[in-house]
C-alpha cells in the first residue's frame, strides 16, 4: 500500500451479542489498513436471530450524516451496504448514494435478507422489490442462495443447487449488477462463491472445505473481507478466494472451540493472520 489510506462507508446495523455486520466489519477492514466510517441502521442488543431483540431504528440519522460527509469533502473508495431495518430505509440508501459516491467508488451491496429458504421477519413483500431495484446499482452484489432466489422474484428455495446458484448470478448481472457473487453454494464437500461478472460468459466457482453445521455471520465476515481485498488491489477472484478461506479458517476455529452457535464466528483470533494475508497477497 501507499501513503494513502483507503477510506469505506459502511451502512448496516450495530449488534451488541452475536457477532455480524458492523462488529464484524469495523475490525476486518481496520486490520486491511482501512478507514472505516460506520453508518449505522439501527443498534441492536443482539442479532435478528435471537428472540426479542431491543431495537432502535437510526433511520433520521443516516441522510443527515451523508449530507455532512458530502459539505466536507469526505471522498470514499468504497460503500458497502448491508443489513437495513425495513422497506423505509431503501429509500434513504437511494438519496445517500450519490452523497457518498465518486465516479470511482466501490458499491458493494450486501442483500440481508434471509437464508435457508426463509426471509428474516423484517422483510416485506415491497422491501425485497425495493432491494431489486437497489440492486441494479451494485458494482458488486452478495446475496446467499434464499435472496438469490428472492431477488429473482423465485420461490425462496428455487436456487438450490450449484447450476441454479450460476444461472441465477447470471441472470441477476442481466438486471443490471456488475458482478454478482452467490454464497453458500456447496459441492462435493467443499462449500464457496458462485461469480458472475457482466461482459464475461460462464461462471468461476471459488471454494473451501466445509465444516458440518449453521453458523451465524458467515455472510458479514464473507463481504467484509471481500472489500478488504478489493480496496487493498486485489482483483476480484482473488479477493473472492482470500473471503472464502478466511470465513473456513473461522468456521473450522469455532467448530474446533464448540462455542455457542448464537456467538457467532470466533474470528477475533484469526485477524492478525488477515492482516498479513492481504498485504501479503
Same mark, same amino acid.
Not at 110 to 125: A, E, F, K, N, Q
Given at each position: $500500500?501507499?501513503?494513502?489510506?483507503?477510506?469505506?462507508?459502511?451502512?448496516?446495523?450495530?449488534?451488541?451479542?452475536?457477532?455480524?455486520?458492523?462488529?464484524?466489519?469495523?475490525?476486518?477492514?481496520?486490520?486491511?489498513?482501512?478507514?472505516?466510517?460506520? $453508518? =449505522?441502521?439501527?443498534?441492536?442488543?443482539?442479532? $435478528?436471530?435471537?428472540?426479542? =431483540?431491543?431495537?432502535?431504528?437510526?433511520?433520521?440519522?443516516?441522510?443527515?450524516?451523508?449530507?455532512?460527509?458530502?459539505?466536507?469533502?469526505?471522498?470514499? !473508495?468504497?460503500?458497502?451496504?448491508?443489513? @437495513?431495518?425495513?422497506?423505509?430505509?431503501? !429509500?434513504?440508501?437511494?438519496?445517500?448514494l450519490p452523497l457518498l459516491r465518486q465516479a470511482d467508488t466501490l458499491f458493494l451491496l450486501d442483500p440481508v435478507m434471509g437464508d435457508h429458504g426463509r426471509l428474516y421477519r423484517s422483510?416485506?413483500?415491497?422491501?425485497?422489490?425495493?432491494? *431489486?431495484?437497489?440492486?441494479?446499482?451494485?458494482?458488486?452484489?452478495?446475496?446467499?442462495?434464499?435472496?438469490?432466489?428472492?431477488?429473482?422474484?423465485?420461490? @425462496?428455495?428455487?436456487?438450490? +443447487?450449484?447450476?441454479?446458484?450460476?444461472?441465477?448470478?447470471?441472470? #441477476?448481472?442481466?438486471?443490471?449488477?456488475? %458482478?454478482?457473487?452467490? %454464497?453458500?453454494?456447496?459441492?462435493?464437500?467443499?462449500?464457496?462463491? $458462485?461469480?458472475?461478472?457482466?461482459? *464475461?460468459?460462464?461462471?468461476?466457482?471459488?471454494?473451501?472445505?466445509?465444516?458440518?453445521?449453521?453458523?451465524?455471520?458467515?455472510?458479514? #465476515?464473507?463481504?467484509?473481507? #471481500?472489500?478488504?481485498? #478489493?480496496?487493498?488491489?486485489? !482483483?476480484?477472484?482473488?479477493?473472492?478466494?482470500?473471503?472464502?478461506?478466511?470465513?473456513?479458517?473461522?468456521?473450522?476455529? %469455532?467448530?474446533?472451540?464448540?462455542?455457542?452457535?448464537?456467538?457467532?464466528?470466533?474470528?477475533? =483470533?484469526? @485477524?492478525?493472520?488477515?492482516? +498479513?494475508?492481504?498485504?501479503?497477497?
Amino acid at each position: $500500500m501507499s501513503g494513502y489510506l483507503k477510506r469505506a462507508a459502511v451502512v448496516e446495523d450495530l449488534s451488541g451479542y452475536g457477532r455480524c455486520a458492523l462488529t464484524i466489519a469495523l475490525p476486518v477492514l481496520a486490520v486491511s489498513g482501512i478507514e472505516t466510517v460506520p $453508518m =449505522p441502521t439501527a443498534v441492536l442488543s443482539s442479532h $435478528m436471530g435471537l428472540p426479542d =431483540p431491543a431495537v432502535t431504528d437510526l433511520t433520521d440519522s443516516l441522510l443527515p450524516a451523508a449530507n455532512q460527509y458530502h459539505r466536507l469533502g469526505v471522498d470514499f !473508495d468504497g460503500v458497502y451496504v448491508g443489513y @437495513l431495518a425495513g422497506e423505509h430505509q431503501l !429509500d434513504v440508501v437511494r438519496q445517500m448514494l450519490p452523497l457518498l459516491r465518486q465516479a470511482d467508488t466501490l458499491f458493494l451491496l450486501d442483500p440481508v435478507m434471509g437464508d435457508h429458504g426463509r426471509l428474516y421477519r423484517s422483510v416485506t413483500p415491497l422491501m425485497a422489490e425495493k432491494m *431489486q431495484d437497489l440492486c441494479r446499482e451494485a458494482h458488486i452484489l452478495t446475496p446467499n442462495m434464499t435472496e438469490a432466489a428472492a431477488l429473482l422474484g423465485q420461490p @425462496l428455495d428455487f436456487v438450490d +443447487t450449484p447450476e441454479k446458484a450460476a444461472e441465477a448470478a447470471e441472470a #441477476l448481472c442481466r438486471n443490471g449488477a456488475k %458482478t454478482v457473487i452467490v %454464497t453458500g453454494v456447496r459441492i462435493d464437500g467443499r462449500i464457496g462463491a $458462485m461469480i458472475a461478472r457482466q461482459g *464475461q460468459s460462464g461462471t468461476r466457482y471459488v471454494s473451501a472445505p466445509c465444516e458440518a453445521g449453521a453458523f451465524h455471520g458467515t455472510g458479514d #465476515l464473507f463481504a467484509s473481507v #471481500l472489500l478488504a481485498g #478489493l480496496l487493498n488491489g486485489e !482483483d476480484m477472484v482473488q479477493a473472492v478466494q482470500l473471503a472464502v478461506d478466511f470465513v473456513a479458517r473461522c468456521v473450522a476455529r %469455532t467448530a474446533e472451540a464448540g462455542t455457542a452457535p448464537a456467538g457467532g464466528l470466533l474470528f477475533e =483470533p484469526e @485477524l492478525p493472520y488477515l492482516g +498479513t494475508a492481504v498485504k501479503a497477497r
